[in-house]
């Protein structure tokens, strides 16, 4: 049997206010946004626990969502329920999330008022998942773009006092971001695969690094080399072809992570087009130091 916790998102708005399904949208944006925060939290109490939760009603007036939080075990349940309002109540006096830190501070206040409210204990000391609690937060501050001024988010679980939700609080950078290990700028010579290429404008065309067998869009900013190609002073390239290039990217390692991911890329310079003959004895090349 499920014993179930509640809380409840109230939404403050003002009539006459945008489109007639703003309302409902920025409310919908709310509810999930916090049952992903809700579930995150939830499993970095007991990261084996069975629990659901669900949307049973939606009042008007100032419209109000009320979740139920169902667990097997009643304590949980009712800590689960008050996640959102321990959330909102550790962001009063947040401007800003630009790192981190700002990250870690928030989700130890977290992790401090969900400890106080079970009094059972679990197998593992509570640990909220950093990252996923950043992207569940980016997401609830996210929610707070289709505000007007005026407008207020308040929250309450069953027995408690309402808290209000600090609707001002900045989260510009992606999560994945904060929790960068490694980052350089990196230029090289590679041989580039041609999978898209572009004959107007300086829409990206699509890449694969040969030498880092990795895919990826890029723009040609080659200006001189553009501007011959796409004026047909240059041989003709097709998918498949190649072209050997001075490239420009970031790297980058997320702590824990084995690997490193790459990203902005940019064609430099484009030093030559690369013959079939030519490019064939290269991917002979690459298949057999695959091999050994």
């Not at 107007?200 to 990826?216: C, L, N, P, V």
Request: hydrophobic share 40%.
């Amino acid at each position: 049997m499920l014993e179930d916790g509640f809380f409840e998102i109230r939404f403050d708005y003002k009539a006459s206010t945008g489109s007639a399904d703003r309302v409902f949208l920025v409310m919908a944006e709310y509810v999930s946004a916090f049952e992903e925060l809700v579930h995150v939290v939830g499993h970095g109490i007991d990261p084996e626990a069975d629990f659901s939760y669900q949307l049973s009603s939606v009042e008007q007036g100032s419209i109000r969502s009320i979740l139920n939080c169902r667990s097997a075990i009643k304590t949980f349940s009712n800590a689960l329920s008050k996640i959102s309002e321990n959330i909102a109540s550790s962001m009063v006096e947040l401007n800003e999330i630009d790192s981190e830190e700002d990250i870690e501070k928030l989700a130890t206040q977290v992790e401090s008022k969900v400890g106080k409210s079970i009094d059972i204990d679990f197998p593992n000391a509570l640990n909220i998942d950093r990252l996923r609690f950043a992207e569940g937060v980016k997401k609830l501050v996210g929610a707070s773009d289709g505000l007007v001024d005026g407008e207020t988010i308040d929250l309450k679980s069953s027995g408690s006092n309402v808290v209000f939700l600090n609707t001002k609080v900045k989260f510009d950078k992606e999560p994945s971001s904060l929790f960068i290990e490694i980052h350089k700028e990196v230029k090289v010579t590679e041989t580039l695969l041609i999978k898209k290429s572009v004959f107007f404008g300086d829409a990206m065309w699509d890449f694969k690094s040969i030498e880092r067998r990795k895919s990826f869009p890029a723009p040609i900013v080659d200006e001189q080399w553009l501007r011959r190609f796409q004026g047909r002073e240059l041989p003709h390239i097709d998918p498949g072809d190649a072209i050997i290039a001075l490239v420009s990217y970031e790297a980058q390692k997320a702590k824990g992570a084995k690997h490193f991911t790459f990203i902005n890329h940019k064609i430099l310079h484009v030093e030559r087009q690369v013959g079939s003959d030519e490019l064939q004895g290269i991917l002979g090349l690459e298949d057999d130091s695959e091999e050994t």
